[in-house]
């Protein structure tokens, strides 16, 4: 199966794809370490869904001249606000700097304020699709990328955020996925772009998974609408000199 913009459908079949046994799962619920040392209590959410707002009237499209070439920090924060709760991101600027530039432009121009999470996959394959404003799965920020930090045994464990594409290796654009469990993508043509992971909000990401598939299937629209309200850069950190 290949995770990649398309028309979104109501019910798609999906071709399961066996999990390796023992793969180790990103620590998706840590909260952050205080100067004592301590580790304070991850963000909460109660799963509580707020209706979605309206898909945006005009979708901002970018030329290939505006595309970012490249992040100036190694490691970013992020947070988004969803119609659902916060889901907070650490961005790997130092692995896929390409990647986390685009993203922390799209997030500044707004792209994704009251954009849809128009897929989800329950069966071999465990995301949720989200970052495209249009809603039809079809959609994309006018210029596209190539593939960064892609691994090579097709592993993406829970709380992977990752970007979807086409069957082009250099389709990378606006839409990416969160895992909520651990799963094993095919790594003929590349694999796809690993740039961050979900550090608090993954209950937000299972409560969504937990609704099912509208219509029952395993691949198509959450039974359960979730937004994305908005795209909020927390944190640069530029690299050591």
Same mark, same amino acid.
């Given at each position: 199966? &290949?995770?990649?913009?398309?028309?979104?459908?109501?019910?798609?079949?999906?071709?399961?794809?066996?999990?390796?046994?023992?793969?180790?799962?990103?620590?998706?619920?840590?909260?952050?370490?205080?100067?004592?040392?301590?580790?304070?209590?991850?963000?909460?959410?109660?799963?509580?869904?707020?209706?979605?707002?309206?898909?945006?009237?005009?979708?901002?499209?970018?030329?290939?001249?505006?595309?970012?070439?490249?992040?100036?920090?190694?490691?970013?924060?992020?947070?988004?606000?969803?119609?659902?709760?916060?889901?907070?991101?650490?961005?790997?600027?130092?692995?896929?700097?390409?990647?986390?530039?685009?993203?922390?432009?799209?997030?500044?121009?707004?792209?994704?304020?009251? /954009?849809?999470?128009?897929?989800?996959?329950?069966?071999?394959?465990?995301?949720?699709?989200?970052?495209?404003?249009?809603? &039809?799965?079809?959609?994309?920020?006018?210029?596209?990328?190539?593939?960064?930090?892609?691994?090579?045994?097709?592993?993406?464990?829970?709380?992977?955020?990752?970007? #979807?594409?086409?069957?082009?290796?250099? /389709?990378?654009?606006?839409?990416?996925?969160?895992?909520?469990?651990?799963?094993?993508?095919?790594?003929?043509?590349?694999?796809?772009?690993?740039?961050?992971?979900?550090?608090?909000?993954?209950?937000?990401?299972?409560?969504?998974?937990?609704?099912?598939?509208?219509?029952?299937?395993?691949?198509?629209?959450?039974?359960?609408?979730?937004?994305?309200?908005?795209?909020?850069?927390?944190?640069?950190? #530029?690299?050591?000199?």
């Amino acid at each position: 199966m &290949t995770l990649r913009p398309r028309r979104v459908m109501r019910v798609v079949a999906v071709a399961a794809i066996a999990l390796l046994a023992g793969c180790a799962s990103v620590d998706a619920e840590g909260g952050d370490e205080t100067s004592d040392g301590q580790v304070s209590a991850p963000v909460v959410n109660t799963g509580e869904c707020v209706d979605p707002p309206a898909l945006p009237s005009t979708v901002p499209t970018f030329g290939t001249q505006q595309a970012p070439s490249a992040t100036e920090g190694t490691v970013h924060g992020a947070v988004l606000h969803t119609s659902c709760g916060d889901i907070e991101l650490e961005l790997f600027g130092d692995k896929a700097p390409v990647t986390v530039a685009s993203f922390d432009f799209l997030a500044g121009e707004g792209y994704w304020d009251a /954009s849809p999470c128009h897929r989800l996959t329950t069966a071999g394959i465990f995301v949720l699709q989200c970052g495209d404003p249009t809603g &039809t799965g079809r959609g994309g920020p006018g210029y596209t990328f190539g593939l960064e930090n892609a691994p090579e045994d097709g592993r993406y464990p829970r709380g992977t955020v990752a970007m #979807a594409r086409s069957n082009d290796p250099n /389709s990378n654009g606006g839409q990416f996925f969160i895992v909520f469990d651990d799963t094993e993508l095919p790594v003929a043509g590349g694999g796809y772009t690993i740039f961050g992971r979900v550090t608090s909000g993954m209950d937000v990401i299972d409560h969504i998974a937990e609704q099912g598939v509208d219509g029952g299937g395993a691949d198509g629209l959450p039974v359960q609408p979730i937004s994305i309200l908005s795209v909020e850069i927390t944190e640069e950190k #530029a690299p050591d000199s």
